[in-house]
């Protein structure tokens, strides 16, 4: 791997902010941001609440002790927001000047692709080099293998559907578990591959519900007792498949949509550890002057990749994993 840090600081002070849907390990990717440029003798400043934080100068100093006692926590110590202002260029221009009003130099943002692409856009205005860091429970971002969260989010979501399994083994039921992803399906396809369930439907693949009803209609003849069926929520919605489902099986169905509890929670000690290895990393660029790269994860190594190429290219999903699925699901 290219070494970006260089060993020298050519900035004063940075900022580091978290944006867009937040995701456990953020706040350990932040702590590594704040204490390797502190460790490295640069200011570091936090925006709070993401772009609208910037906009609206919600803009802090951070000492050591401003990260003490935060590496296990879910959630964001900085606090996030989505803000449509800020995808004006009236906006962008006036996050920047409240930026270099503190006289910051470098931005370190921590998002998913579209708090990425804001800063892809702040970049392309001049004035602040930017690095990215890609941070979101969906693992939808071009380039790397791994997001800050992903895998505590889907730790979390297996974890609900062992216990869905056991109440639908007592009953006999259909569990329909809608899980979140926005239009990616890692997630929905990790956790129902860990968590063993018989179905699993991802925007990417194509499935056949009347196949899968007559199967699941045999297999309950067979003696079944359970069927967990894992849909992702930007495949259909889980209310409208439970639906269609109780209908065609005529088998008694329910459904859980996991929603925003995927999004908290303790962090893995996976999610901690790439966060901070990702919080290094980005400090040590931004600090030697590197701008517009996002820092990721190829094969368990740290790699870095253009902002630009990340934000505008769409992930697809590992056919690894599809591969995987169709054989063990
Ligand atoms: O991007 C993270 C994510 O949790 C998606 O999985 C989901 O579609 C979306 O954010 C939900 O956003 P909000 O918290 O704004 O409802």
């Known amino acids: 791997m290219e070494d970006l840090s260089g060993g020298i600081s050519v900035l004063n002070a940075i ?9 456990p390990g953020m706040n350990a990717a932040a702590r590594a941001v704040v204490r390797t440029a502190l460790y490295e003798g640069v200011k570091v400043f936090g925006i709070q609440n993401g772009y609208k934080g910037m906009l609206n100068d919600e803009i802090i100093e951070l000492q050591r002790r401003s990260v003490s006692d935060l590496i296990q926590r879910g959630g964001t110590f900085l606090g996030t927001a989505r803000c449509k202002e800020f995808k004006t260029e009236e906006g962008r221009r006036k996050g920047l000047d409240n930026l270099q009003k503190h006289g910051i130099e470098g931005l370190v943002i921590i998002g998913g ?11 392309k205005m001049g004035g602040i080099p ?11 971002v071009w380039g790397t293998d791994y997001t800050i969260g992903c895998d505590t989010a889907a730790n979390t979501a297996v974890e609900a559907i062992n216990k869905l399994r056991d109440t639908a083994s007592a009953h006999k039921r259909i569990m329909v578990v809608e899980v979140m992803g926005h239009t990616s399906g890692w997630l929905a396809m990790v956790s129902g591959i860990a968590s063993g369930a018989e179905y699993i439907i991802v925007p990417e693949v194509k499935y056949n519900i009347d196949e899968m009803c007559e199967e699941i209609v045999e297999s309950y003849k067979k003696g079944r007792r359970y069927t967990i069926i894992v849909v992702a929520e930007g495949a259909c919605s889980g209310v409208g498949l439970k639906n269609v489902v109780q209908e065609k099986t005529g088998i008694d169905t329910r459904v859980s949509i996991l ?3 995927q999004r908290g929670g303790s962090p893995t000690v996976e999610d ?11 400090a040590l660029a931004i600090i030697s002057g590197v701008s517009n790269v996002v820092f990721g994860f190829d094969e368990g190594k740290v790699v870095s990749i253009n902002l630009f190429d990340s934000v505008n290219n769409k992930k697809p999903l590992d056919p690894e994993l599809v591969r995987l699925a169709s054989v063990l699901v």
Not at 113 to 123: F, R
Not at 130 to 140: A, Q, Y
């Open 130 to 140: 930017i690095v990215g860091l890609p941070g979101t429970i969906d693992n939808d």
């Open 113 to 123: 692709d579209g708090s990425l692409t804001g800063g892809s856009l702040l970049s």
């Open 259 to 261: 929603g925003h509890i």
């Open 15 to 23: 900022a580091v902010m978290t944006s867009g849907g937040d995701s």
């Open 272 to 282: 901690r550890m790439k966060a901070s290895q990702l919080g290094e990393r980005a």
